[in-house]
């Protein structure tokens, strides 16, 4: 939890896909920011002190009977409301104003003309820009005392503010990167209209969650569920910190790890290392290949994966003795693609969220990490001290190399898959690349095909190569690699790694792709 001493934005969830995006922003301006659903009751946000409240979009329609929506007397509470799509519909619907069905539905890149350059929002914003806009509904008309600030060509209420009250209404999406000016706009109502200082920093996240974890857990026993990937590692040190010895590490070698990632792990948390927790590896390797004997559907093998995961865990807390809590490195991308973020839809599950069976052995899971986003957790883990080339070492997924290889899992695929891999981020890395892509890997298709290696005839696997450039995970864009690059890792895997003759780029963005091939 936030400390007193730190201004508070709060943002009210109607369900819409972009919530934590908002948070995201929100902290990109040093605001410590919370959210919450909105089905909580309006005392409970007073007692919260907010500088501001952001009302985010949502799925429904604002003027229907059992639709989402909040207490009038939220808006004369005297704290800065911001309203967001569905959050600026809600708005006028409750303040007198009126919301219809448009006859043009605006989805996409739209051109923004600004009406009120004066406008506390628009410091700093051209008249013309670019934002995403998305919503079948508009304000055709609005409450007394609000003014119209900005329109598109087929909405005529793009933004409207009431600066007296310091409410605001934005049609778009600032929070998404589409909107040029988006976190300008942000960070206009942050800063002019809601007059935070700005000065909640990363630290304070650490500090105040070393600080919570201690409370909760008390003199419990706590079972960490370590991957050795970025999230599971920031997840292990801050509980290492705060509950010492009272911390078990679980180090789940199920065989599906890149090459010689199991070594590297125990080096790093084992007996060796610098760190006061203890550390348990378990090679089962033979039990989940044994468990994925046959599957290839890709959502079933996370399923599989996941049950086993816990399946151990349970084996190793009953040999420790008795366990209180489970420790996961869940972040927020696992959380809205396992379809568990508002009115989010399931995308894949996760073997750490969505894809956990329904019994599990211990009291309460600990999720510390569970609002933040990638580069929100790097950040965490070098304000916790852990070496720099851990926290920015690539993205590794708990299901592992099972989801990075198409049909059936077996030792033979994975020793491919596994090579392949290793050439081609120790190639990124020689080119000096590593820090300029996010996250790159090999993926083993179950695509054969007829090639020519010496004067034989050759019937093997075609390797996927996936590179991408992205900030929050939840979008991204594939990585433009040089082509001398590609090929010297094309022409190292086909030499070096067996049963392989062709390799692929992937090119696709996310979405419509996902960054994993699975």
């Known amino acids: 939890m936030q400390k007193d001493s730190h201004e508070l934005i709060v943002v009210l969830d109607f369900g819409g896909q972009y919530n934590q995006l908002v948070a995201r922003r929100v902290r990109e301006n040093n605001v410590y920011c919370e959210i919450y659903s909105y089905k909580t009751p309006l005392e409970e946000i007073k007692k919260k002190n907010p500088k501001g409240i952001i009302l985010t979009g949502g ?35 409750l303040l007198g104003g009126k919301v219809e069905r448009a006859s043009v539905r605006e989805y996409g ?11 506390a929002l628009f410091k700093n914003v051209p008249k013309e820009s670019v934002v995403w806009m ?28 009431n600066a007296a009250k310091n409410l605001y209404g934005i049609q778009f999406h600032p929070e998404v990167l589409h909107s040029e000016y988006g976190h300008v706009m942000l960070g206009n109502f942050i800063k002019n209209v809601c007059k ?103 959502e079933k093998k996370r399923k599989i994966i996941g049950e086993e995961f816990i399946r151990v865990f349970e084996e190793e807390a009953k040999k420790i003795g008795k366990v209180d809590f489970l420790v996961q490195g869940t972040i927020y991308p696992d959380v809205v693609e396992s379809g ?17 069976p329904d019994y599990v052995d211990f009291k ?50 994975v020793k491919i898959v596994q090579d392949a891999d290793a050439i081609y981020r120790e190639e990124i890395d020689k080119a000096g690349l590593s820090q300029e892509i996010n996250q790159y890997f090999a993926a083993l298709t179950n695509m054969r095909s007829v090639g020519v290696m010496g004067d034989y005839r050759t019937y093997d696997y075609a390797i996927a190569l996936r590179a991408v450039k992205t900030i929050d995970f939840m979008t991204a864009e594939a990585a433009r690699l040089p082509w001398e690059v590609l090929e010297k890792v094309t022409n190292r895997i086909i030499n070096e790694v067996d049963h392989v003759n062709r390799v692929l780029y992937d090119i696709t963005s996310k979405p419509p792709g996902t960054i994993e091939l699975e």
């Open 364 to 413: 309460e899971i600990i999720e510390p990490l569970r609002d933040l986003f990638k580069d929100e957790v790097r950040k965490a883990g070098l304000e916790l001290g852990i070496p720099k080339h851990l926290v920015f070492r690539q993205p590794f997924p708990g299901p592992g190399l099972g989801i990075r290889i198409i049909g059936e899992v077996t030792a033979e695929k």
């Open 196 to 298: 935070c200082e700005c000065n909640w920093k990363m630290d304070a996240f650490v500090e105040n969650s070393i600080k919570a974890i201690k409370e909760k857990v008390g003199n419990g026993k706590v079972l960490c569920a370590l991957s050795g990937g970025v999230d599971s590692s920031v997840a292990a040190v801050m509980l290492s910190k705060a509950v010492g010895e009272n911390l078990t590490c679980v180090f789940v070698d199920h065989g599906l790890l890149r090459k010689n990632e199991g070594d590297e792990v125990e080096a790093v948390f084992g007996s060796n290392g610098n760190y006061k927790l203890n550390f348990i590896r378990v090679n089962a390797a033979e039990r989940f290949y044994s468990k994925l004997a046959g599957v290839s559907e890709p």
């Open 59 to 93: 799925p429904d329609s604002c003027y229907l009977p059992d639709s989402a929506t909040y207490s009038k007397e939220l808006f004369e509470l005297g704290v800065p409301v911001l309203g967001l799509c569905y959050g600026a519909q809600l708005m006028q619907h």
């Open 340 to 356: 568990l973020g508002g009115e989010s839809v399931v995308i894949k599950s996760h073997h750490n969220v969505g894809g956990l």
């Open 109 to 119: 890149k739209i051109k923004l003309t600004v009406d009120k350059a004066d406008s």
């Open 134 to 161: 998305s919503h079948t509904d508009y304000i055709s008309k609005l409450g007394e005392g609000f003014e119209i600030t900005s329109h598109s060509d087929d909405c005529p209420v793009a933004s409207y503010e």
